[in-house]
């Protein structure tokens, strides 16, 4: 049974960082990545990876400021989140199983067919 683990979330004030983690259980997969969902907003692509070949896709709010790393021999992805600001406040979550047949759609939510239970960011101004 595939399983997606998501830890690090809690609150920070503006300016501050945090770092997510998603760890993969009964899994190998080869694309990760992160959305985020406010509430009353869509859920949005934040950050993939390609846990194969180390490409990374970032969403325009949060190049240059967010960063998706791995750790292949733990199946876990990371989400370094600097210069956070209030409105990154979200529920996070972690995908995997990224649909071949999607290739470009990296931060669309049809792409993933496995989902973690999310973890919440709140950045207070």
């Known amino acids: 049974q595939v399983q997606l683990v998501e830890s690090g979330g809690g609150s920070v004030q503006a300016g501050g960082s945090l770092r997510l983690s998603c760890a993969a259980a009964?899994?190998?997969?080869?694309?990760m990545a992160w959305f985020r969902q406010a509430p009353g907003k869509e859920r949005e692509g934040v950050a993939t990876?390609?846990?194969?070949?180390?490409?990374?896709y970032y969403s325009d709010s949060v190049k240059g400021r967010f960063t998706i790393s791995q750790d292949n021999a733990k199946n876990t992805v990371y989400l370094q989140m600097n210069s956070l600001k209030p409105e990154d406040t979200a529920m996070y979550y972690c995908a995997a199983n990224f649909d071949p047949r999607r290739y470009g759609e990296w931060l669309l939510q049809r792409s993933y067919k496995y989902w973690g239970q999310g973890t919440q960011v709140t950045v207070s101004s």
């Open positions: 990876i390609d846990t194969g070949g180390g490409s990374t």
């Open positions: 009964g899994y190998n997969p080869h694309w």
